[in-house]
């Protein structure tokens, strides 16, 4: 069919498909609107069949596992930075988590332990540097007690290996630092850089597929819906898609918006400041100790961490960012802030937390109260023993009335999906998220 019959025909082709579900492009009828999508748009050739925003780990791994399942499909993964994993992947603490504090059933819980093993898997096959160094979780005073009580419970639930409940000697034994009246030990915890993990899912996927693109310094500004197909606008170009994908991480409910969904929640960007351990002071870290979480609250706590190229990490504290991507203290951005204070869920949050929020506010401009919290697991930490380091912001969704969306929270419109709340552990969980991504996909977009 020459390309000028073609377009002189499209008007009619659409309206009839559009009135009686048959494919324009196959002719077939269709069930429930998924009509395979036709080479050639107005415009011209379709460029992918799905476009992918955001080059984080989240929308690499589901980029990834779409071109293991689906070889011939086209997929582009557009990153607004001149770098992947610029933002929450490349700004955390590198932990892979055993999966032990999730809701027993919740998607958090099935794809971090899924997830995890995949991970590890993953970067022995692609010679990625990764430790399963263990943790332990410490009670430091009594009031403790029942919420550890309650992680290990769900840890027994969630089948991770080997964990086990220990006691203050024990306790010593592992970390001779140390102090609790108890603990969990959880051996098959890890430590890995996520950063290098994007960059290898990027290769695999251009690996993959002559047609596939990773493309950085793309920045996502908007969509032109047609019948067919969306035209995905951005700073560097158009490209003409069938179906979008948004991983946009801290700016997930803003795309979602511009694709036309009601996301029914809001981003409000929490950034968490690490200090770093001095090199004498290293020494007072073997692994990874984290203290009993609040399960008021989405954050695990202030831990330390000794990270895959051996330096320790203290944090991350979590106090609300007034720019959705800073990572200075005093970092202000007027619509992020706007965004966050004009919508009721937060000052229902900031109702029922102040007294929490205050304290993390406090402790985030004051050094001497930042170190109080580690001495609690750490009793010997003097101020020369901490150096102030790097800081992340987390996405965290909240709901209207003021709750924070605990699990991951996935969502579809007619040609999109839209990953709308992917916090801690994502970043473990992304192989197994991307799987869950990919099964939306081949059944939704209806992919052959
Ligand atoms: C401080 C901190 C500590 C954490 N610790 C851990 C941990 O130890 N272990 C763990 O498993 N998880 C951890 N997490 C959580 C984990 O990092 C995240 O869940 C995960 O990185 C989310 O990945 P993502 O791809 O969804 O988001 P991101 O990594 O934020 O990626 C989203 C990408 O979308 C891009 N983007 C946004 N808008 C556009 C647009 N318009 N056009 C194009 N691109 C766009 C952004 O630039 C960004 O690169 C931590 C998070 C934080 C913040």
């Keep these: 069919m020459s390309l000028a019959y073609f377009y002189s025909v499209y008007p009619a082709l659409t309206h009839f498909a559009m009135l009686v579900n048959v494919c324009a492009a196959c002719s077939r009828v269709c069930r429930e609107e998924k009509f395979c999508i036709q080479e050639y748009s107005p415009m011209g050739r379709i460029d992918f069949d799905i476009v992918v925003i955001g080059g984080g780990i989240v929308g690499l791994a589901s980029a990834y596992k779409i071109t293991l399942a689906h070889p011939h499909i086209r997929i582009a993964v557009l990153e607004k930075e001149d770098q992947l994993a610029a933002h929450q992947t490349g700004h955390n603490s590198g932990v892979i988590h055993s999966g032990l504090y999730y809701k027993p059933g919740s998607t958090k819980a099935e794809t971090c332990t899924k997830g995890r ?125 069938k179906y979008i994908i948004n991983c946009a991480g801290l700016q997930c409910d803003r795309i979602a918006r511009m694709d036309g969904l009601n996301p029914g929640i809001r981003i409000v960007p929490f950034r968490g400041d690490y200090h770093e351990l001095t090199e004498e002071a290293c020494e007072k870290v073997k692994s ?26 203290c944090g991350p504290n979590a106090v609300l960012s007034f720019k959705r991507e800073g990572y200075g203290k005093t970092d202000f951005n007027f619509t992020d802030t706007w965004q966050s204070l004009s919508y009721w869920g937060t000052w229902k949050m900031f109702r029922r937390h102040w007294r929490y929020g205050l304290g993390e506010y406090t402790r985030a401009f004051c050094k001497k109260l930042f170190l109080q919290q580690l001495q609690r697991l750490i009793p010997s930490l003097g101020p020369d023993d901490i150096k102030p380091g790097g800081a992340g912001v987390r996405a965290q969704a909240i709901g ?20 709308l709340n992917a916090p801690s552990p994502a970043a473990t969980a992304s192989l197994a998220i991307g799987d869950y991504i990919n099964e939306i996909a081949t059944e939704y977009f209806n992919l052959r």
């Design 117 to 241: 093993k995949e991970l590890i898997a993953f970067a022995k096959k692609n010679r990625i540097p990764c430790k399963i160094t263990g943790k332990v979780i410490v009670a430091t005073t009594k009031k403790k007690l029942p919420n550890m009580e309650m992680i290990f419970n769900n840890g027994l639930e969630n089948n991770i290996e080997g964990i086990e409940k220990i006691g203050p000697d024990e306790i010593r034994e592992i970390e001779p630092f140390c102090t609790g009246i108890a603990g969990i030990r959880v051996p098959c915890t890890g430590v890995i850089d996520f950063g290098k993990v994007a960059e290898k899912l990027r290769r695999l996927i251009e690996k993959k597929g002559k047609a596939n693109k990773v493309l950085t310094s793309h920045e996502v500004m908007g969509f032109n819906k047609h019948d067919f197909y969306t035209s995905v606008v951005t700073n560097n170009g158009a490209f003409a898609t």
């Design 288 to 313: 990874l100790i984290y203290p009993v979480p609040d399960p008021a609250f989405p954050f695990l706590g202030v831990h330390f961490t000794r990270k895959i190229d051996g330096s320790v990490e």
């Design 400 to 419: 209207p009335k003021g709750e924070p969306i605990d699990d991951f929270k996935i969502e579809r419109s007619k040609n999109s999906i839209h990953v």
